[in-house]
């Protein structure tokens, strides 16, 4: 594998370098390799939700509780992750599902 500074069709965790797709794929102890994070302008962070399909077959649900570890660690506030389930592992889990639009139209409706 080679150091790429954009993706075309696969990509992988910069912790355990395997590819996002693959079951526990994200899980890592630590994360040294995290790109610095801007300190930004020391107005109140956003709020942040996550919308993502426990059988999504493209981004594993472990790369989405990366995001959300550090996201949280770096002070951003949470509103409940809306995680979908059933079906089965694989592309259609990772398309947009009728069942975040509403979840998601209150989430900005709140924020106006």
Known sequence: ?????????????NET????????????????????????????????RLFHHA????LDVS????LQTQLLRHGFPEEPAVRLGGGTRGLVSHL???????PMIEFFSRRR
């Open 17 to 48: 370098r395997q590819i996002v797709s693959q079951p526990g794929a994200c899980h890592a102890g630590a994360y040294p390799k995290e790109k610095p994070w801007d300190r930004g302008s020391g107005r109140a962070k956003p709020t942040f």
């Open 96 to 102: 947009w599902q009728d069942a975040y639009n509403t």
């Open 1 to 13: 594998m080679t150091s790429r500074t954009d993706v075309h069709g696969v990509g992988y965790d």
């Open 63 to 66: 790369c989405t509780e990366k």
């Open 55 to 58: 059988n999504d077959g493209i």
